[in-house]
């Protein structure tokens, strides 16, 4: 049975198709730098967006059409919708997915029904994941949209909730365990806060930090091998979210020594919701050895919140793959589609599209980063930029830690340094004359 019988497995057929449901530039075995393309993207689509985004927004119902779905809370609907979702992944040709446990299960009200319907259904995706070869790129835990953690979950002011969500991840932990997931998200939904004036940071941040050890246990005990990552963002759901950006997660995670067990999942959108842009949250994870896998997307220059869009613009995507390429690649991580279709494009056949579009613009980032750095002309100006540090005084300063004195004495017996241009329009020439 098919529940997209008008669409065919997209194929690759080239840059002049005009075909909407081909890929351009994605042709998975195509090697780029001696590596398959697939290899380098690893690509992943979001169970919540794909199966289980209404498309309602502050102002209107749900339009999506979901015609498999009775919108019932049982567990025969969930397996439905995973029958569904795996023949998306095939159509699609996308190797990974992620999750969380409510996506793929019923909120039952109840601990213990919860969980078991968790089970069930895992065993379902097992079964889906066998037969077709997919990958779950990481599970995660909804620890934000049900009302009791409307205060937090890890930072909840009542213990009582704290401990419901441990009892939560603990359950998502073993979904993922058992579907051989190769990592475990940590996205601080509700772990923050709206106003200071009723809330103990300090308390709520040592308390995340403790769900994050007792996580760390629980994997240990259970040998469980995924990655675990925490994803930055810096508001919505909360006015401010303790994780805000990559910068804050890596200092949460020294200052309670959690650096060793954790990597980021860097989104685009947090990234540019909290000021920054996404290569220098990326650079910032490279930096710290830290950047573990991306939620792809991106958001709307013009709305200030996270709009979640597929990923179009090929300065970005490109920006992206040059940073991973130069980390030398994804490890455990990949590229997850966690982006959905505006409200207006409620229709199936719009989910294909909104992936195939994203699937080639980040192939044409891969190629274009990696005729970036073929052509060498950007890496070399940056080389050169910094050769001062390379030989001389530079060097000297690097390798022997001068004295203040010593400088001051070099500086007095030295001509003043000669103004370099950065050529910044020059590297963004260069960029556009590759695109
Ligand atoms: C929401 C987040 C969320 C995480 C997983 O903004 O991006 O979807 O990726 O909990
Ligand atoms: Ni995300
Ligand atoms: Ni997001």
Redesign the pocket.
Known sequence: MSFFPDIPKIAYEGPSSKNPLAFKHYNPEQLVEGKPMRDHLRFGA?Y?HVMRNGLSDPFGAPTALMPWDDYSDSVSNAKQRADVFFEFLDKTSIDFY?F?DRDVAPELNDYTKSTEALMEVTSHLLQHQQSSGKKLLWG?A?L?GHPRYAHGAGTAPDARVFAYAAAQVKAAMDATQALDGLGY?F?G?REGYGSLLNTNMKREVEHLAMLLHMAVDYKRAIGFTGQFYI?P?PR?PSTHQYDSDAAACLNFLREFDLLGDFKL?I?T??ATLAGHTMEHELTVAINAGALGSV?ANQGDTLLGW?T?QFPTDLYGTSKVMLKVLEMGGFTTGGL?F?AKRRRESHEPLDLFHAHIGGMDAFARGLKIAAAVRADGRIDAFVKNRYSSWDAGIGQHIESAKPTFAELADFVANNPEPALASGRQELMENILNELI
């Open positions: 979001a919540w992620c969380h995660t909804c934000f998200v996205w939904g994803e963002k919505e999942n989104e959108n947090h939620d996270d979640d997850n966690d």
